[in-house]
């Protein structure tokens, strides 16, 4: 379905937020003839590229269509809100994890100095102390028979 715009709607809204007296006042801004204005006027329309060039701030969805925002800051400061919300709390979250993470590597440092100090003192058992250590196996006892149960 093909949708008219109010091109010359459009037109006025970007003048009424430029406080332009008059359409000369206008046209000399765009930097046309003011009989390019008002043929624009009269046909319903207007040079998108050129608007969007000169209009710093326009939405180029405001442009298109005239409805929403006309400028593209308050559009989008609204609409970065929230993510500038969310990112300050990954922030947040990012700096406890930090925090938590040199807890953890101060522990570690800390185990590490106390394994090799420990390593320092600790003597390595020779051979006979190794098998002094380990305990003689242990005879495998005899089943008894059923026959000697019963007596």
């Given at each position: 379905?093909?949708?008219?715009?109010?091109?010359a709607?459009?037109?006025?809204?970007i003048?009424?937020?430029?406080?332009?007296?008059?359409?000369?006042?206008?046209?000399?801004?765009?930097?046309?003839?003011?009989?390019?204005?008002?043929?624009?006027?009269?046909?319903n329309t207007?040079?998108?590229?050129?608007?969007?060039?000169?209009?710093?701030?326009?939405?180029?969805?405001?442009?298109?269509?005239?409805?929403?925002e006309?400028?593209r800051?308050?559009?989008?400061?609204?609409?970065?809100?929230?993510?500038?919300?969310e990112?300050?709390?990954?922030?947040e979250?990012?700096?406890?994890?930090?925090?938590?993470l040199?807890?953890?590597?101060?522990?570690?440092?800390?185990?590490?100095?106390?394994?090799d100090?420990?390593?320092?003192?600790?003597?390595?058992p020779?051979?006979q102390?190794?098998?002094?250590?380990?305990?003689?196996?242990?005879?495998?006892?005899?089943?008894?028979?059923?026959?000697?149960?019963k007596?």
């Open positions: 379905m093909f949708m008219i715009i109010d091109k709607l459009i037109l006025n809204k003048k009424e937020h430029y406080s332009f007296k008059s359409d000369a006042a206008f046209a000399r801004f765009l930097e046309i003839k003011p009989q390019t204005l008002a043929t624009w006027y009269s046909r207007f040079d998108i590229e050129l608007l969007y060039a000169k209009c710093e701030g326009i939405d180029g969805n405001f442009l298109l269509s005239g409805n929403g006309i400028l800051n308050s559009l989008s400061e609204s609409k970065n809100e929230p993510k500038k919300v990112t300050d709390k990954e922030i979250r990012l700096k406890d994890k930090i925090s938590d040199q807890t953890i590597n101060e522990l570690l440092t800390r185990t590490v100095a106390d394994l100090k420990s390593k320092t003192n600790f003597q390595y020779n051979e102390t190794v098998l002094n250590m380990v305990d003689e196996p242990e005879p495998e006892l005899k089943k008894p028979k059923k026959d000697d149960a007596k």
